[in-house]
């Protein structure tokens, strides 16, 4: 099993529904991170989350929230989709000393 | 606010020959670390190097290394004896803090490599 696990891998939904991306990890890590990918611009920073009580916004949280259920799990939710928000998304952990683990990514397509 | 510029979108390299991917950073912060990802076209990302700043020589992995010049706060990544393996997307990103804070990754926007046969 992947150390860093996103579901779905590839969802398509409409404009003003209410979608859930969900991380969970195996690695341990207090950390947890969402970033999106859009062509042009490389990965922007969503939410993160250096323990179960600290959230934090990241560069482009507007339209987006996030809940961190337990150590290993963080979920990101789109609470009413627009077109604008279809991109490659990316959950990742982190613990010190300072390394890194992505998951597989979820490529969400808003109709 | 820190920032990491990529400077190529697109680049072209032949089949064993080697390759420089620019990127440059700017940051306040005297402690941060520097880190090159490739993502392939299925996705994923892949860690490649890393550099702390008060690292002393230049980091190595394989065929990758760091062109680490921190007055001129660049971080370039040579890969040596390119393969057709080797087109994808790569990535620079840099964390503010000690190595043993972890924190938030930057990316710049990426360089697309593509090796010839």
């Known amino acids: 099993d992947a150390d860093v696990t996103q579901t779905p891998r590839n969802r398509i939904t409409k404009t003003g529904k209410r979608i859930m991306l969900e991380c969970s990890q195996t690695k341990g890590h207090d950390r947890m991170y969402w970033y999106r990918q859009d062509p042009g611009l490389g990965l922007r920073l969503i939410y993160y989350s250096f323990d179960v009580k600290d959230i934090n916004k990241g560069e482009i949280s507007d339209g987006y929230s996030v809940s961190r259920q337990a150590q290993a799990k963080f979920s990101l939710s789109l609470e009413s989709a627009i077109p604008n928000q279809t991109a490659l998304y990316f959950c990742?952990?982190?613990?010190?000393?300072?390394?890194?683990?992505f998951g597989s990514g979820t490529r969400l397509t808003v109709v | 606010a820190q920032k990491i510029t990529q400077t190529q979108p697109g680049m072209f390299v032949q089949e064993k020959e080697a390759v420089t991917l620019d990127c440059t950073y700017d940051?306040?912060?005297?402690?941060?670390?520097l880190f090159w990802y490739k993502q392939p076209s299925s996705g994923e990302m892949i860690f490649l190097i890393y550099?702390?700043?008060?690292?002393?020589q230049n980091a190595t992995e394989g065929r990758y290394s760091l062109n680490f010049q921190k007055a001129r706060k660049s971080a370039n990544l040579v890969i040596s004896a390119s393969q057709l393996g080797d087109s994808a997307m790569y990535f620079c990103a840099m964390r503010e803090g000690l190595l043993n804070q972890g924190g938030k990754l930057i990316f710049g926007q990426g360089t697309e490599l593509s090796v010839k046969p």
């Open positions: 550099q702390g700043s008060y690292d002393q």
């Open positions: 940051t306040s912060d005297p402690s941060y670390g």
């Open positions: 990742a952990t982190s613990a010190a000393p300072g390394s890194y683990t």
